[in-house]
């Protein structure tokens, strides 16, 4: 079993609209949680951080954690076209003291 | 801006050749991970120092290997690089290990590196 699986898209969601991106995970130890953007030929860039069960709030985005289901996802309100991007959850493996990524889900916002 | 640096930004090698690619972490930042990233994948963990200390490693082979210094900078080494190896190499730095509110992470630029 992958330990971070997310689909992979593309999920075109039209301009306006809430984008909605899940997340789930395979280690029940796992503490802390992440929502990274990373548009084509850049790096990843930090989004959100997450370590509590219930939803977190910054702006246009909110994350959601549901640590007994072993899901978390991004819900990004108003979608921009800007928001066009391969949105990367990433999972902290306590185990391991490790960060292990998910293959990361391809956004397209039409405008 | 994260305030980490990679260099070089882009390599040629060849297959056999070794490399060394070089990170500067955040002032402060005591833990520096490593990561590939292949096309169209996620950034898969090699390996993450803390305090200079090799402290957790990924499934990547002996011939990948690491060193931190203490003015927060790092080099990842590849040795015998294979056609495989071509890939964004990314370094994210942290104030702490990860487990604590503090892992979370800062990403460089990378560097693309190519074996032919």
């Known amino acids: 079993q992958k330990e971070v699986e997310q689909n992979s898209g593309p999920l075109s969601v039209p301009e306006g609209a809430i984008a909605s991106l899940n997340c789930t995970y395979s280690?029940?130890?796992?503490?802390?949680f992440f929502w990274y953007r990373q548009y084509s030929g850049k790096s990843p860039e930090l989004i959100m951080s997450i370590y509590s069960n219930g939803d977190k709030e910054d702006g246009r985005f909110t994350a959601q954690l549901n640590k007994a289901s072993q899901y978390v996802s991004l819900l990004i309100r108003d979608s921009q076209p800007s928001d066009s991007a391969t949105y990367l959850c990433a999972v902290n493996i306590n185990r391991d003291d490790k960060i292990i990524f998910g293959k990361g889900t391809r956004l397209h916002i039409l405008p | 801006e994260t305030g980490v640096t990679q260099s070089p930004t882009h390599l040629i090698k060849t297959r056999g050749q070794q490399v060394t690619l070089r990170c500067s972490s955040q002032s402060g930042h005591n833990t520096v991970s490593w990561y590939q990233q292949a096309l169209g994948q996620g950034p898969q963990f090699i390996f993450q120092?803390?305090?200079?200390?090799?402290?957790g490693r990924g499934n990547f082979p002996p011939r990948f290997s690491g060193l931190q210094f203490p003015n927060y900078s790092s080099e990842l080494n590849v040795n015998a690089l294979e056609l495989d190896d071509s890939a964004l190499y990314l370094c994210?730095?942290?104030?702490?290990?990860?487990?604590?509110?503090?892992?979370?992470?800062?990403f460089g630029p990378g560097t693309r590196l190519t074996v032919l």
């Open positions: 120092y803390y305090r200079e200390e090799e402290n």
């Open positions: 280690d029940r130890g796992s503490q802390s």
């Open positions: 994210a730095s942290s104030p702490g290990l990860a487990g604590v509110d503090t892992d979370t992470q800062y």
